[in-house]
């Protein structure tokens, strides 16, 4: 056991995991949170998408070791009230049926958005590709990130 | 808490049946029965029988109850019933019967609630019941004012209710049911990662176990050596999971976190023996297809359609976490039973039902999968030996590979056709596989009841014959009729294109008069402008009916690209309670089609499951979804179910439309099965 610092959701967050441990457990696990959700273990669902350094990442495949030195943010840290517009477009759409993919889902929506604030609908689809949604959600979720993205450019 | 009155009582199939008036002590509260309750601070709990599964159960009982108290689905906190089958009835989610066997006994419990305030502030004023009116959340009277149910509860609560005539909201009077606007309950929660599902319960003091699974089928542990595995951090027992109450069987590592519960897993050195370690899913639809009869009755057009195994592989993988103390258990599970589940762990810890809770955990997605009860059963079993909460985690791999399957099945259809290019008699016979998980569907007649749902003219016979099943297989999705449907409705698409007839008329004219089909299949063809079919792209058809429901399909694809480009579906549920529901349940159903048409399906080489996550098991991803247009046809017919109706004719139209006008002989399209 070693002990680590994550700057988690703007707090810094000390934990004692073997340092292989991946960071969706210490996400899980240690810090108790549960959006982060676990569906493959292996980088292939992307239920547990979340932001490191803004960028959406994967915390099933990266070590706790490896994650000391990069801001990381979940979907807890979003938003502070669920108002992200991303967040409000989901809602706006009723995107959601058994929404367990659906953090994943909004987390790397967040993040294509924050770079690409615009994107057409092969951008879209390149983004989510990996993100799977066993509900097939998929045309809400389309329509929904054109909606957010609607949403942010009004907000400017 | 004392509940004053039971008025109505769910039976076994939800419905309502009795009224029991409980003599009324003190009044602070109303509690009309166990669905719905207000306190005299004026907030309403409404209480959700059924799991959410992701069908939105917990939506319509909102809605319900707030259409008939007169509030909004805002002022309402839904609560989501433990197991308990006394109190609730059936809490199965299965057969799409949820919202049509509890729109009745809600709706009348929230009904009975606003008569009982408003004959409460009537009397109050000395008025006429006639002249007062619910309205947000109070009573109101045109010269009288209003006043907030808060203020009416304990008058009301003394009310005998057999005294006070009860009367549903009539649909035409509706402000939430049947209208668009407003989605899920939990929609805020979900989009901020505050839904709890199973694989969330974190009880204090809790262990986590992951189990190891026979490495092929059937296989049984020989010798365990667990040396290593004990000496790892965090590690607290490991165990054998051998007994028929213990689940699927295997070797439980249980620890303080799920790494170190996966890292003692992989430390474990076991042999195994016994089990089918040379089995092969392509020796199997082999053996299907020469279990048909030698000849089929009908000598004319025929077709063979194989059929694969398919995984339900929901999003959270499957998990249980259990609590077994000296004086009972709690479990906390996602399940698509709460209430059978309960009943059967207090048979098999011959404890009273009163000793075990079972907490109804959201369900990231359950498809059939979670009306099992073999991971809570692990759950038990790991939490009785060490005292301890211990949640059982499945990985991905665990869950593929450890399923029960949807069975294959081999289907020879056969017509004689008229002089018109119509068929006038067919045969369709079936061989398949039971359901391990459910003993009476061995018989062939269930398996029969639940596949087949011709609608056509065509007189003819469907006969099934059982295999045993080489592996669990269980309820997935529309069960039977998935594979039943495909065969059937591409065999008519053969025939259709072989006779040079247009795939709409020919449905339209074998269908009987006065189906409900022919209104939805009408409104499809019209939605998706079937007299102008776009240069380079094919369509497919298909009809189904059940559950009380009717659906047409019409899918378009381009052969050549092999892409869904657009799904039209029109479905007649009766009265549509919540239609942004409703058109979500066809979407998944389409997503679910497109899936296994185009690829996904299990396959079992030298005894294992060779498919163990998203990456062999090819479930559609966004780019691969069509655009998808949903109809509600609103009727006067009883309200009907919806879960799983629209799978099989999707399926069935987009193979039709991949195919363009070529015969399909199986799904996935274009692959070979097994």
Not at chain 2, 560 to 581: F, M, T, W, Y
Request: aromatic fraction near 4%; proline fraction near 7%; hydrophobic fraction near 40%.
């Amino acid at each position: 056991m070693t002990r680590y610092l994550l700057r988690v959701n703007g707090e810094r967050r000390e934990v004692d995991v073997e340092g292989d441990t991946p960071l969706l457990w210490v996400l899980r696990d240690e810090l108790g949170l549960t959006g982060v959700k676990y569906g493959c273990g292996v980088g292939l669902c992307g239920a547990c998408t979340s932001h490191v350094d803004g960028e959406a990442a994967r915390p099933c495949v990266r070590t706790t070791a490896d994650s000391t030195r990069t801001p990381i943010t979940t979907i807890e840290g979003l938003s502070r009230d669920g108002d992200h517009p991303v967040q409000r477009a989901w809602r706006e759409l009723d995107v959601a049926q058994c929404g367990y993919c659906q953090p994943g889902q909004v987390m790397a929506a967040a993040a294509l958005l924050a770079r690409d604030p615009d994107p057409d609908d092969e951008a879209i689809e390149e983004a989510l590709r990996d993100n799977v949604c066993r509900c097939g959600t998929y045309p809400r979720i389309r329509a929904a990130v054109r909606r957010a993205s609607r949403i942010m450019r009004e907000a400017q | 808490m004392i509940s004053r009155r039971t008025l109505l009582r769910g039976t076994a199939a939800g419905a309502l049946v009795v009224a029991i008036p409980v003599p009324a002590l003190a009044s602070e509260s109303l509690m009309p029965n166990v669905f719905v309750r207000l306190d005299d601070q004026g907030r309403i709990t409404a209480t959700a029988p059924r799991p959410d599964t992701g069908q939105g159960v917990r939506t319509v009982v909102a809605l319900m109850v707030a259409e008939e108290l007169a509030v909004d689905t805002s002022d309402i906190t839904v609560e989501q019933a433990p197991g308990d089958t006394e109190r609730f009835g059936s809490q199965a989610v299965a057969n799409s019967s949820s919202v049509r066997q509890l729109a009745t006994p809600i709706r009348t419990a929230a009904a009975t609630a606003r008569c009982l305030l408003v004959t409460a502030a009537a009397q109050r004023w000395r008025v006429p019941v006639t002249e007062c009116v619910a309205k947000d959340g109070a009573v109101c009277h045109p010269r009288r004012g209003k006043l907030p149910y808060r203020a009416l509860v304990r008058a009301a609560a003394a009310l005998d209710p057999a005294t006070v005539p009860v009367e549903l909201t009539p649909p035409e009077k509706w402000r939430l049911l049947g209208r668009t606007r407003g989605g899920r309950v939990d929609a805020r929660d979900i989009v901020t990662g505050r839904t709890r599902y199973g694989i969330d319960a974190r009880p204090p003091g809790g262990l986590v176990a992951v189990v190891a699974r026979p490495p092929w089928l059937g296989a049984v542990p020989d010798t365990i050596d667990d040396t290593t595995t004990r000496a790892l951090p965090g590690v607290v027992e490991v165990l054998t999971l051998t007994a028929p109450g213990d689940g699927q069987g295997g070797v439980a590592v249980v620890a303080r976190s799920t790494h170190q519960a996966l890292r003692g897993r992989d430390a474990l050195r076991i042999t195994w023996h016994g089990g089918t370690p040379a089995a092969d899913s392509r020796a199997w639809i082999t053996d299907l297809e020469t279990a048909l009869p030698a000849s089929s009755p009908i000598n004319g057009v025929q077709r063979i359609y194989r059929m694969p195994l398919l995984a339900h592989a929901p999003m959270e993988p499957m998990n249980a976490t259990a609590h077994v103390r000296p004086d009972g258990v709690t479990v906390w599970a996602p399940t698509q039973d709460p209430g059978g589940l309960r009943t059967q762990l207090a048979r098999q810890l011959g404890v009273p039902a009163t000793a075990v809770r079972v907490e109804a955990s959201a369900s990231g997605g359950a498809f059939g999968r979670r009306i099992e009860p073999d991971p809570v059963l692990e759950a038990v079993a790991c939490s009785r030996r060490t005292n301890a909460p211990v949640q059982v985690l499945w990985t991905r791999a665990d869950d593929m590979r450890h399923d029960s399957y949807r069975p294959m099945s081999v289907h020879r259809m056969s017509a004689e056709i008229g002089v018109n290019g119509m068929p006038i008699r067919r045969a369709h016979e079936v061989v398949t596989w039971p359901l391990t998980v459910l003993p009476p569907f061995a018989n062939p007649a269930l398996i029969k009841a639940s596949g087949d749902h011709f609608p056509y003219t065509v007189p003819g016979d469907v006969t099934v014959t059982v295999r045993p099943a080489p592996l669990r297989t269980g309820f997935w999705r529309a069960v039977y009729a998935g594979q039943f449907l495909y065969a059937e409705e591409n065999f008519l698409s053969e025939i259709g294109t072989r006779s040079g007839l247009d795939q709409i008329a020919l449905r339209r004219a074998l269908l009987p008069a006065g189906s409900r089909l022919h209104r939805v299949l009408d409104t499809v063809a019209a939605r998706a402008r079937w007299d102008k079919p776009a240069r380079g792209t094919a369509r497919g058809v298909a009809c189904h009916e059940d559950y009380g429901s009717a659906i047409a399909v019409i899918a378009v694809a381009e052969p050549e690209s092999r892409r869904v480009l657009r799904v039209h579906a029109a479905v007649d549920v009766g009265v549509a309670l919540h239609p942004s529901g409703v058109r979500a349940q066809v979407e998944g159903c389409v997503a679910d089609a497109v899936s296994t048409v185009l690829g996904a399906q299990i396959t079992v080489r030298e005894g294992r499951v060779v498919e163990s996550s998203f990456g062999d098991y090819r479930w559609a991803r966004i780019g691969h979804t069509p655009d998808i247009d949903v109809t509600i046809v609103q009727t006067n017919a009883p309200l009907g179910g919806l879960g799983e109706l629209a799978y099989p004719p999707a399926a069935a139209a987009i193979a039709a439309a991949l195919a363009g006008g070529a015969p399909v002989t199986g799904m996935p399209f274009g692959t070979d099965v097994g």
